[in-house]
């Protein structure tokens, strides 16, 4: 964490959330673009930057670092502003959030101030440091909530959860700073994106992780809530390129991404469980505390907007996405038990 003389040329982009699922694809693929990349990392008292280590480069070996990582906090808006002045960043992307819908509503207070006014913060630190940047806000589908879909830009919200609101909040305040102070910042309103990097608790990575202990013998029994949701699943990877593009334009403007194929959670558990050779029905089990108080029944996005703009689609939908995050955890759960074996035989 701290200093760092960037190479002289070299654009700079500073990630809010970059030890998130995106924030360590994103860190990844603006590396590869040349970029010096500034990470803002909570502080927190165990590790929380595993998603980012096969990247970070330690400031004591010799030669230049690209990853720099600070400690810093969307509820802090003193220190967006000194992180700013210090780094004058080409770039902002604000991926920081609580980004779990269910627990939004167990803690409202705390997802509006982070989720919500944590957007605030950030534009206002721009605005106050007087850099001269480009913000991309990472706004969500579950901004519309219950809209029927299918949903594009010009679709009215309604959001089901303070985590919706949240984001609701976030997408008309990045909004109304380019309207106001002629701001470069831009919304991108992505539907559900996964991979091997999902946080454990989402339901496709909650499945992909079971499969695996299952096969295994370490756990038998799966609890779920809802089956019946309809979601739009894509792979983060390629959702992270589109956010780069829209920072690219020559104007600043809110787009759309998704696959625009739907898939119930049903569907999901059923090809997960296939993709491992298993049956759902002999293991998935019904938890109401899954459940939400209300919830979004069918998000399905149309994207067309971000294909002509932005010359982005995507390639893999939502079969493809169960049967490669299954693999990976059952690959990972392997390399973890035979590491274990070493150990003991030693
Ligand atoms: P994620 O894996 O949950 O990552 C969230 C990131 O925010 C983590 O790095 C987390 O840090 C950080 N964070 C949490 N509270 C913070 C705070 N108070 N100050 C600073 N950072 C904080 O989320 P994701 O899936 O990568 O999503 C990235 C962004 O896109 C989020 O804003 C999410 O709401 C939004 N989004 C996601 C999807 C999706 O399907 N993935 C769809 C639409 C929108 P820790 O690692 O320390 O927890
Ligand atoms: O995986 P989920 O928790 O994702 P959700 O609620 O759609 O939110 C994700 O996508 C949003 C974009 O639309 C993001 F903005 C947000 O940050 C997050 O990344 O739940 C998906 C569906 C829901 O309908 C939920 O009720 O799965 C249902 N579900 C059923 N059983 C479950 C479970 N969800 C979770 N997390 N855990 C369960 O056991």
Known sequence: MGKVTPDAGARTALISGVTGQDGSYLAELLLGKGYTVHGLVRRSSSFNTERIDHIYQDPHQPGGRSLVLHHADLSDGVALVNLLRELEPDEVYNLGAQSHVRVSFDAPLYTGEVTGLGTLRLLEAIRASGIDTRLYQASSSEMFGAAPPPQNERTPFHPRSPYGCAKVYAYWSTVNYREAYGMFAVNGILFNHESPRRGETFVTRKISRAVARIRAGLQDRLFLGNLNAVRDWGY?????????????????????????????????????????????????????????????????????????????????????????????????????????????DR
């Open 236 to 344: 983060a990877p390629e959702y992270v390129e589109a956010m780069w593009r829209m920072l690219q334009r020559d104007e600043p403007d809110d787009y759309v991404l998704a696959t625009g194929v739907p898939a119930s959670v049903r569907d999901f558990l059923r090809a997960a469980f296939e993709a491992g050779g298993l049956d759902w029905h002999e293991h998935v089990g019904f938890d109401a505390n899954y459940e939400r108080p209300s919830e979004v029944d069918a998000l399905i996005g149309d994207a067309a907007k971000a294909r002509d703009l932005l010359g982005w689609e995507p390639a893999v939908r939502w079969r493809e996405l169960a049967e490669l995050m299954v693999r990976a955890d059952i690959e990972a759960l392997d390399a973890e038990l035979s590491g274990a074996r070493v150990r003991i």
